[in-house]
């Protein structure tokens, strides 16, 4: 009887992660900037221009709209959507491409990140290392190493919000499209600069970086030159930068690696003649952080939305 119990809460757990993994990769597939959810029938302006931001959860904070104000003042009409996904890596990425394709960007702006390059992690080892003492007072900590190491990758990468507000989050956006058709695949609310004392507080003791995976066959560095190759023979400019971090993040890799990253996106950058923006050690010092990964959805830290609207502008007028 108690092994039925075990098996049956077993299957509905592999049938509700199976679940919950197909909502969030969904969404991102059936995205058209006119989309308004399968109960509405009301269409966004259909812009004659199309600038796509995509990336990381990293990149969700710029915020297009400030941008598209910068750039209608200069009589230039594009629509700019910001396409940035929790977890996005290159390879992932690649799974939208087609769509990305059939809605004819113009310009797609890419945020390349150094954890894209990160080299694999042992996540046996990372669960193993810990004593079970630690697991006792820090159940949530057993639990995301554990399904770590039984998925072969950061659970909470994969899983960066609550999976029931995922869950959640992911139906709405099929029922009734997205809160903010600009940033439709995170809610683009606002929240609080945290100072660089309480991230220390926080976040030191569980960061870490595993080095950049310089190899010739890292399927992260193939999935990026695909893509541009893609973009660019139907047409559609590509632009790359480079999302910042905070200064924490830097206490726990090495210039070296450092180094290795800025090779490999300016080996993409002249191969495929793409122009590339440099932030990610601009920022590290600016009071704008929600975390050592995100800068804040706050006024007081546009300084990373004015930075790519300059840009644009820029690569506009040229």
Same mark, same amino acid.
Not at 121 to 147: C, G, I, V
Not at 227 to 256: A, D, H, R, W
């Given at each position: 009887? @108690? ?65 598209? +104000? ?73 639990? @995301? ?120 996106? +300016? ?52």
């Amino acid at each position: 009887m @108690r092994f039925k119990i075990f098996l049956t809460l077993g299957f509905a757990f592999c049938i509700t992660l199976g679940m919950l993994f197909s909502l969030m990769d969904l969404y991102i597939n059936i995205y058209d900037p006119e989309w308004n959810g399968v109960f509405s029938n009301e269409k966004m302006k259909n812009n004659e221009k199309r600038i796509f931001l995509i990336g990381a959860s990293n990149v969700y904070s710029i915020d297009v709209d400030r941008i598209s +104000e910068k750039i209608s003042s200069n009589d230039v009409e594009y629509g700019i959507y910001n396409l940035a996904d929790m977890s996005d890596i290159p390879t992932k990425r690649m799974n939208s491409v087609g769509n990305l394709l059939n809605l004819e960007p113009d310009i797609i702006i890419y945020g390349l990140s150094i954890t894209d390059f990160e080299l694999d992690r042992d996540y046996k080892l990372e669960f193993f290392n810990n004593d079970f003492s630690y697991y006792l007072l820090n159940p949530n900590e057993f639990f @995301r190493h554990f399904f770590s190491y039984i998925i072969d990758s950061d659970f909470s990468e994969r899983f960066p919000a609550s999976p029931k507000d995922r869950m959640i989050q992911s139906i709405k956006y099929i029922l009734r499209g997205p809160d903010y058709s600009s940033h439709p695949f995170i809610n683009f609310n606002k929240n609080e600069i945290v100072s660089q004392d309480k991230i220390y507080e926080i976040y030191k003791k569980d960061m870490s970086f595993n080095g950049i995976d310089t190899n010739s066959d890292n399927e992260e560095i193939i999935a990026v030159k695909k893509m541009i190759e893609m973009f660019q023979s139907n047409g559609i400019k590509v632009l790359i930068f480079t999302p910042p971090y905070n200064e924490l993040f830097f206490e726990s890799t090495t210039i070296e690696e450092i180094e290795n990253f800025e090779k490999i996106i +300016e080996s993409i950058s002249k191969m495929y003649d793409v122009e590339t923006l440099y932030l990610h050690d601009e920022l590290m010092k600016e009071s704008i952080w929600k975390d050592p990964y995100h800068v804040a959805v706050n006024k007081d830290s546009r300084i990373y939305t004015d930075k790519i609207g300059d840009w644009l502008v820029t690569e506009l007028d040229e």
